[in-house]
């Protein structure tokens, strides 16, 4: 079993930088993933960001390289999305989510998903 709590979501203006925090726990192996998905209103969950337990791999959507980058706190099993350079077509609910599997990007490949945390970038 693991658990994930979203937390750091807010509302900000275009432009603007925000960082998304996941706490983690439960029983975590170097080559689990956790990743970052939203879904806007009236839109299918989609893939943001993915980096494996021991961070070392990170893999990204291609309408945030350059502007998001995931990161892992390995004393507070934490992973981070940082969020720079923010558009209204951001907006969304931010998931957490956990798998099994060495870095995937389907949403069916996750076992756990986190409560959400709502970003909504105003322009």
């Known amino acids: 079993q693991v658990q994930l709590v979203e937390s750091g979501g807010g509302l900000v203006q275009a432009g603007d930088s925000l960082r998304l925090a996941c706490a983690a726990s439960g029983r975590l192996f170097a080559s689990n993933t956790v990743g970052w998905f939203r879904q806007a209103p009236g839109k299918e969950r989609e893939f943001v960001a993915a980096?494996?337990?021991?961070?070392?791999?990170?893999y990204y959507t291609n309408s945030v390289k350059g502007r998001f980058t995931i990161s892992k706190d390995n004393a507070k099993n934490a992973v981070y999305l940082e969020m720079n350079s923010l558009k209204p077509e951001d907006t969304a609910v931010y998931y957490c989510?956990?798998?099994?599997?060495?870095?995937?990007?389907?949403?069916?490949?996750?076992?756990?998903w986190g409560q959400g945390t709502q970003v909504t970038v105003s322009s």
């Open positions: 980096i494996n337990w021991n961070g070392v791999s990170t």
């Open positions: 989510a956990f798998a099994y599997a060495l870095m995937p990007n389907e949403n069916s490949r996750y076992n756990y």
